[in-house]
């Protein structure tokens, strides 16, 4: 569950992050690609999609997928939503509200509820919450050819980001993208060797109105059983 838990807050930072203007004469072309992409994210009100997780820790694979979404709101006192709905292997849930963060492992009846204000120093989460901009903290470059992803009639980009200084989590985070700047596949790896493929599909963007309590409500509901085990971090 820990390792479900850190994938999710990673990809956090390619969402509703600050852009930062800067002459594209004088940049070089994947830090102008990094800056595109942190802008066209940032202008999305929510975004949704399936996923397909694999986790490859040395001989070990460990596989995943669900359906995740991102909403954004521009009224400061009612903060973003992230959701993410795990199938496979288990049923889990992992939910931010802005306030705290909850996941429900419904095998073990288990809600494990944290606060999101914990989250401020882990580098991901200050994407999310807009206190940095990737090109702060990361190198744009080009891709590794040691990895390889295409879609049919889909043309994309790579791009390989690298941390300025050293990560405790991060070693190197590969991502693709198509014309319309949404993102496609993401690698990560990190400083055991260990590279989690997320693959995304069926991406739908603005298909979700921050104001609309109704949509609100039904993304924070988590029908919890009444013999739900609650644990307060």
Not at 38 to 54: A, E, N
Not at 120 to 126: F, L, M, R, V
Request: one cysteine or more; aromatic letters at 10%; proline letters at 6%.
């Amino acid at each position: 569950m820990r390792n479900y838990h850190f994938i999710n807050l990673v990809l956090l930072f390619f969402i509703f992050i600050p852009f930062s203007e800067i002459c594209k004469a004088e940049t070089p072309v994947p830090e102008q690609q990094l800056l595109q992409l942190q802008q066209s994210y940032r202008q999305l009100s929510s975004l949704s999609f399936d996923f397909d997780q694999l986790t490859r820790t040395g001989l070990r694979n460990r596989s995943g997928k669900g359906n995740a979404v991102f909403v954004r709101t521009t009224d400061p006192k009612k903060p973003g939503i992230m959701r993410w709905n795990y199938t496979v292997p288990d049923p889990q849930v992992i939910l931010n509200d802005g306030e705290k963060l909850s996941i429900y492992t419904e095998k073990d009846r288990q809600l494990i509820v944290t606060s999101a204000s914990e989250l401020n120093a882990d580098i991901t989460y200050a994407f999310f919450s807009g206190h940095r901009n990737l090109s702060d903290d990361f190198v744009a470059v080009a891709p590794e050819g040691r990895y390889g992803f295409s879609l049919p009639q889909t043309p994309l980009t790579a791009l390989r980001l690298i941390p300025r200084a050293p990560h405790p989590q991060i070693k190197a985070v590969q991502l693709w993208f198509d014309k319309e700047l949404l993102i496609h596949r993401l690698i990560l790896e990190d400083h055991f060797d260990s590279i989690t493929e997320l693959t995304f599909t069926n991406i739908q963007s603005n298909t979700v109105d921050a104001a609309d309590q109704k949509q609100r409500q039904a993304i924070l509901n988590l029908a919890l059983p009444p013999d739900t085990e609650i644990i307060t971090q």
